[in-house]
Nanobody
Framework: QVQLVESGGGLVQAGGSLRLACTAS????????MGWFRQAPGKQREVVAT???????VYAGSVKGRFTISRDNAKSTVYLQVNNLKPEDTAVYYC???????WGQGTQVTVSS
């Protein structure tokens, strides 16, 4: 079973940037579409961005133009570059395969106004 470890979160001011990373153990990473998700307090988890094995990306409307998902199959890692952060981006960010398997612990992103 794949294990996912997210990192790179932190506290930033509005307008700031972060680069989130998610490393997957196991051999299925290169054969799996991957996604970044987030869950804000009191809200349901939502998909932020996805990337296929061929590198085709799709973004939620709220992050399009600000976030960029990418992957490095050699490192079994998927990244999320988050720019021009807004307070409403505050959430715990998770990655997962598509379809989703076991969730990792996520990484907290907090954006101050």
């Amino acid at each position: 079973q794949v294990q996912l470890v997210e990192s790179g979160g932190g506290l930033v001011q509005a307008g700031g940037s972060l680069r989130l990373a998610c490393t997957a153990s196991g051999s299925i990473f290169s054969r799996s579409a991957m996604g970044w998700f987030r869950q804000a307090p009191g809200k349901q988890r939502e998909v932020v961005a996805t990337i296929t094995t061929a590198g085709i990306t799709v973004y939620a409307g709220s992050v399009k133009g600000r976030f960029t998902i990418s992957r490095d199959n050699a490192k079994s890692t998927v990244y999320l570059q988050v720019n021009n952060l807004k307070p409403e981006d505050t959430a715990v960010y998770y990655c997962n395969t598509l379809p989703a398997t076991k969730w990792g612990q996520g990484t907290q992103v907090t954006v101050s106004s």
